[in-house]
C-alpha cells in the first residue's frame, strides 16, 4: 500500500550528551545495553517463530482482515451506526485511528461510537431516544460487544441494557433484536462465544494469545473500523511495513529495539520513571492514549520472571501540542529531572490553513503572516524539543508524513515491539495483567457473584480499617 511507502523516523539525538549536555547519554552507555538489546531480539524472534507471539502475524491475515470487511459491508447496509461496548485494549486502539485518520476517508462509512466506559451520566445518553441529545435511532443502530474473555463486567452490563431496550423497541422487539448485536470474543469459550450461539449473533473471534492491549489490528479493531470507512488494508501494510523495520537482528538500525534501549537506559540509570508521549496533532491524542495503556499495563510489574520483587515499570504520559506547552511544559523544561519526552510529529498536516496578512506594522503580529498553521505547530515542537535539550532533558522524536491509517499502523506496530523489548530489558512478563485481575476480583466480590465471597470478605475487611476521623465531610 502507498500510504505505508513513508516509514515512520525515529530521532534520538535528544537521549545523548552531544545535543543535551553532561546529563545526556554518550556511546559507551549505548554500547552497553546493545548486547542485551540483540538477545531480547533474538528471543522474540524464537518466540515468534515458535508461535508464541502471535500479534506479530495479525498485519498478514489476510483471510480475517477479509472477514471483517464483509461483516462490515453487512452492517453498512443494515445500519446508519454502530456502537462498540467494550472497555481498555477493547476501544483506545479503535478510538485511536477513527480520530487520527483524515475525516475525508470516512466517507461512505457508518457513524461509529466507542462506549469505553460505564458512566450512567454518559451511557445514559446515549442509549437515549433518537429525538434526545445524542440519542440513537435503535432501530438503525447495530452494537458490537468486545470482550476477549466474554465476561469483562462492564462491557455485559452495558449489553444487557442494550438489550432490554432493543427488546422493548417497537421496530425491534423480540423477533428482530439479536439482528442488531455482533460480538467479538474467544472462538470457543466464555460467556459471550455461549450467548452468541444460543441467541443467534453474529460473531467473530479473537485469537486466544491475543491480549486485549495487542488486539486493534484483529477483528477488535478491525470490524469497527472498516465499517466506519476505514481502509484497513492500508492500517495492516503499515504495520506490515513496520515488521520489516522492527525485525531487524542489530538493535542499532531497528527503531523499535533502539528507542526501547534509550528508554531503560533513561529509567535505570537517568532516574527517568515517566515517560510523555506528546503528540503535535489533535488527532494523535487518543494514539497516545492506546500507548499509556500498552506501556504502563505490560511493564508496570512487580515481580520479574524469576519471581524476585521489583516493582518496576515507566509511567506514560499522553500530552498534546500545543495545547500542553501552556500546561505542562514549565514542568518538564524546570520540574523533576524524572521525564523523557517522545514527540510524534506530523510533516504534512490535513486542510492546511494560512495565516492571513495584516497589521503589517505590528511586528508582534505581523511575524505570523503568511505561515500555515501546520508550518507553526511544527515549529513550536521543535521549539519545545530545544527547550529540553537546554536545560539537559533528554527527548526522541518520531515523525510520520501524514496522519492516515498506513501511518497509524506502523505506530502501532512499532509501540507493540519497543513494549516487549522493553520488558525483556527490565526481565519481566509483558503480556500478563495480575494487577487488574486483582481488582476485577473485587469488583465480582463486592458485586455479589458466585466464587468470589472470600473477595467480599477482603473487601469489607479493608474497608473497615478507615478511620471516621479521616474522613471529612
Known sequence: ??????????????????????????????????PRLATALADLDAKRTAGELPFYD??????????????????????????VLGIGGSALGTKAVLE???????????????????????????????????????????????????????????????????????????????????????????????????????????????????????????????????????????????????????????????HAGLLFLALREKGCGIHVLMPYSDGLLRLAEWYAQLWAESLGKARALDGALVETGQTPVRALGATDQHSQVQLYVEGPRDKVVTFLRVEQHENELTIPKAYGDKEEIAYLSGLSLGELLNMEQRATELALAESGRPTSVLTIERCDAGSIGQLFHLFEVQTLVMGSLLGIDPLDQPGVEAGKRLTYGMAGRSGYAADAERVRAMLARKRDDLVLG
Open 58 to 83: 495479525l498485519p498478514y491475515d489476510f483471510e480475517g482482515i477479509a472477514a471483517c470487511k464483509e461483516l462490515a459491508a453487512e452492517l453498512r447496509a443494515e445500519f446508519d451506526t454502530l456502537v
Open 1 to 34: 500500500m502507498n500510504s505505508a511507502a513513508c516509514s515512520v523516523r525515529l530521532d534520538v539525538n535528544g537521549f545523548f550528551s552531544h545535543v543535551i549536555g553532561a546529563r545526556g547519554l554518550d556511546g559507551q552507555d549505548l554500547e552497553r545495553v546493545l
Open 100 to 258: 487520527g485518520v483524515p475525516a475525508a476517508s470516512l466517507a461512505g462509512g457508518m457513524r461509529v461510537v466507542v462506549a469505553d466506559n460505564i458512566d450512567p451520566a454518559t451511557f445514559s445518553r446515549l442509549v437515549a431516544s433518537a429525538g434526545a441529545k445524542d440519542g440513537l435511532d435503535l432501530s438503525r443502530t447495530a452494537f458490537n460487544v468486545i470482550s476477549k474473555s466474554g465476561g469483562t463486567a462492564e462491557t455485559l452490563a452495558q449489553f444487557l441494557i442494550v438489550r432490554d431496550k432493543l427488546r422493548a423497541h417497537p421496530a425491534v422487539g423480540e423477533a428482530r433484536w439479536a439482528r442488531h448485536v455482533v460480538v467479538t470474543t474467544d472462538p470457543v469459550k466464555g460467556p459471550l462465544r455461549a450467548l452468541a450461539a444460543a441467541e443467534g449473533f453474529r460473531a467473530l473471534p479473537v485469537p486466544p494469545g491475543v491480549g486485549g492491549r495487542f488486539s486493534v489490528l484483529t477483528s477488535v479493531g478491525l470490524l469497527p473500523l472498516a465499517a466506519a470507512g476505514v481502509d484497513v488494508e492500508a492500517l495492516c501494510a503499515g504495520a506490515r511495513h513496520a515488521d520489516t523495520l522492527c525485525s531487524a537482528a542489530d538493535p542499532r538500525v531497528n527503531p523499535a529495539a533502539l
